[in-house]
C-alpha cells in the first residue's frame, strides 16, 4: 500500500505522510503530542488529496513567518517515507 497524505486539524494541527490512521497516530505522537483521547483524534484526522496536501504546503511558513521556496514545497511533497511534513506553528 502506497504513502497518502493526512490532515490532522485537533488537537494540533499537522501534516503527515503515512500509509494508514495507525502509522499517523504513531508519528504524530513520536513528533506532534501524545494522543489523549484516540476516537477523538481518529474523528480529526484525515486522508486528502495530493492537490489539497500540495496547498496545505503551498501556505506553509517556518518559525519565523517565511514562506518555503518551491523546491523544499517539492522536497516534502515528493518525500517516499512516512514522514511529519508540518506542524502548528506554535509548537516550533
Same mark, same amino acid.
Given at each position: 500500500?502506497?504513502?497518502?497524505?493526512?490532515?490532522?486539524?485537533?488537537? &494540533?494541527?499537522?501534516?503527515?505522510?503515512?500509509?494508514?490512521?495507525?502509522?499517523?497516530?504513531?508519528?504524530?505522537?513520536?513528533?506532534?503530542?501524545?494522543?489523549?483521547?484516540?476516537?477523538?483524534? &481518529?474523528?480529526?484526522?484525515?486522508?486528502?488529496?495530493?492537490?489539497?496536501?500540495?496547498?496545505?504546503?503551498?501556505?506553509?511558513?517556518?518559525?519565523?513567518?517565511?514562506?518555503?521556496? &518551491?523546491?523544499?514545497?517539492?522536497?516534502?511533497?515528493?518525500?517516499?517515507?512516512?514522514?511529519?511534513?508540518?506542524?502548528?506553528?506554535?509548537?516550533?
Amino acid at each position: 500500500m502506497g504513502l497518502k497524505f493526512w490532515l490532522v486539524r485537533e488537537p &494540533y494541527y499537522a501534516l503527515i505522510k503515512a500509509k494508514d490512521e495507525e502509522e499517523v497516530a504513531k508519528l504524530y505522537e513520536e513528533v506532534v503530542a501524545d494522543i489523549e483521547e484516540e476516537d477523538a483524534f &481518529y474523528e480529526e484526522c484525515a486522508c486528502i488529496s495530493d492537490k489539497i496536501a500540495l496547498d496545505e504546503l503551498h501556505k506553509a511558513q517556518d518559525e519565523n513567518g517565511n514562506r518555503m521556496t &518551491y523546491k523544499e514545497q517539492m522536497e516534502l511533497y515528493e518525500r517516499e517515507e512516512s514522514d511529519v511534513l508540518l506542524i502548528e506553528e506554535s509548537l516550533l
